[in-house]
Nanobody, 124 residues
Framework: QVQLVESGGGLVQAGGSLRLSCAAS????????MAWFRQAPGKEREFVATINWSGTITDYADSVKGRFTASRDNAKNMLYLQMDSLKPEDTAVYYCAGRRTGAVFTIPSAYAYWGQGTQVTVSS
C-alpha cells in the first residue's frame, strides 16, 4: 500500500507556471502506475495526465497537452506535474493517484490510492 501527499498548489496569474509534487510512502512506488486528476467546483473529477512505472510512457488530456508535463523520480518516491501556460479553466483541486500495476490508465476507477488534493487557482 502507498500513501500519497500532494503539494505545490497555489494562486497564479494566467500564463504562469506551477509545479505540483506528490510524495509517496512505501517501498513499492517504483512499480506503480501514477496519474494526476483534477476536480473543479460542481464538476466531475477529470483525467489530466498519467505516467507508467518507469516514466517512459505518458498520456495527457487534450486540454493540457503541450502545456503540462508529468514526471517521476522513483529514487525519491516522487511524482511531479509541471504546469505551464496556465489558464483560468485549469483552476481545480489536483489529485495524484496510484495503482499497483504500472501501466497507464485515464479513468479514476483504475486507481486505488489517492492523495488529499492541492488547490490550484489561476486568475485572469
Amino acid at each position: 500500500q502507498v500513501q500519497l501527499v500532494e503539494s505545490g498548489g497555489g494562486l497564479v496569474q494566467a500564463g504562469g507556471s506551477l509545479r505540483l509534487s506528490c510524495a509517496a510512502s512505501g517501498r513499492t512506488f517504483s512499480s506503480y502506475g501514477m496519474a494526476w486528476f483534477r476536480q473543479a467546483p460542481g464538476k466531475e473529477r477529470e483525467f489530466v495526465a498519467t505516467i507508467n512505472w518507469s516514466g517512459t510512457i505518458t498520456d495527457y488530456a487534450d486540454s493540457v497537452k503541450g502545456r503540462f508535463t508529468a514526471s517521476r523520480d522513483n529514487a525519491k518516491n516522487m511524482l511531479y506535474l509541471q504546469m505551464d501556460s496556465l489558464k483560468p479553466e485549469d483552476t481545480a483541486v489536483y489529485y495524484c493517484a496510484g495503482r499497483r500495476t504500472g501501466a497507464v490508465f485515464t479513468i479514476p476507477s483504475a486507481y486505488a490510492y489517492w492523495g488529499q488534493g492541492t488547490q490550484v487557482t489561476v486568475s485572469s
